[in-house]
T-cell receptor
Framework: KQEVTQIPAALSVPEGENLVLNCSFTDSAIYNLQWFRQDPGKGLTSLLLIQSSQREQTSGRLNASLDKSSGRSTLYIAASQPGDSATYLCAVTNTGNQFYFGTGTSLTVIP | NAGVTQTPKFRILKIGQSMTLQCTQDMNHNYMYWYRQDPGMGLKLIYYSVGAGITDKGEVPNGYNVSRSTTEDFPLRLELAAPSQTSVYFC??????????FGSGTRLTVV
């Protein structure tokens, strides 16, 4: 069974800082890994999708990397803003078409 | 293009009542999923489907049933509601090896 872990569980940073969120998974037989953002009481918004054959994806101030062999992904957020405050979730699709989520990192960016 | 639509958005059930959570997608996606998210916890997979007529259990299927008679619809049935089923339920879909699209969720309270 795939286990997905995110560290840290919570993070508080001053505005403007660059930061890294970590995601690890136990089974490297994955199709892809996806990062989501969830605002309080809201649904999930997709941020970045990395296929198993890719090493990284970028969108604006966000960069996600994938090291499948070591079972790790990182989400890098550059020049953080208060609007980035949310819970960030990573999820992996394994080769059995199941989709497993990590427990999330709650990010607070302080103005 | 509506994406993934979930109804209702909110519902209060009494213990022992039954209900169906509706999920519809208009993107012709093969794969559909149901998750529950408990407060402060990650998302847990309840059931998933890889195509019309095919469903399979996820991590926490007990107390739920699903059907997939069409590509578009993937309803989740609760037969005998229990307080442990109080949660927020999310439906998601994807096509092939692409990323997931989530509905906005159904907040269910069982009293």
């Amino acid at each position: 069974k795939q286990e997905v872990t995110q560290i840290p569980a919570a993070l508080s940073v001053p505005e403007g800082e660059n930061l890294v969120l970590n995601c690890s998974f136990t089974d490297s037989a994955i199709y892809n890994l996806q990062w989501f953002r969830q605002d309080p009481g809201k649904g999930l918004t997709s941020l970045l999708l990395i296929q198993s054959s890719q090493r990284e994806q970028t969108s604006g101030r966000l960069n996600a990397s994938l090291d499948k062999s070591s079972g790790r992904s990182t989400l890098y957020i550059a020049a953080s803003q208060p609007g980035d405050s949310a819970t960030y979730l990573c999820a992996v699709t394994n080769t059995g078409n199941q989709f497993y989520f990590g427990t999330g990192t709650s990010l607070t960016v302080i103005p | 293009n509506a994406g993934v639509t979930q109804t209702p958005k909110f519902r209060i059930l009494k213990i022992g009542q039954s209900m169906t959570l509706q999920c519809t997608q208009d993107m012709n996606h093969n794969y559909m999923y149901w998750y529950r998210q408990d407060p402060g916890m990650g998302l847990k997979l309840i059931y998933y489907s890889v195509g019309a007529g095919i469903t399979d259990k996820g991590e926490v299927p007990n107390g739920y049933n699903v059907s997939r008679s069409t590509t578009e619809d993937f309803p989740l049935r609760l037969e005998l509601a229990a307080p442990s089923q109080t949660s927020v339920y999310f439906c998601a879909s994807r096509a092939g090896n692409y990323g997931y699209t989530f509905g906005s969720g159904t907040r269910l309270t069982v009293v």
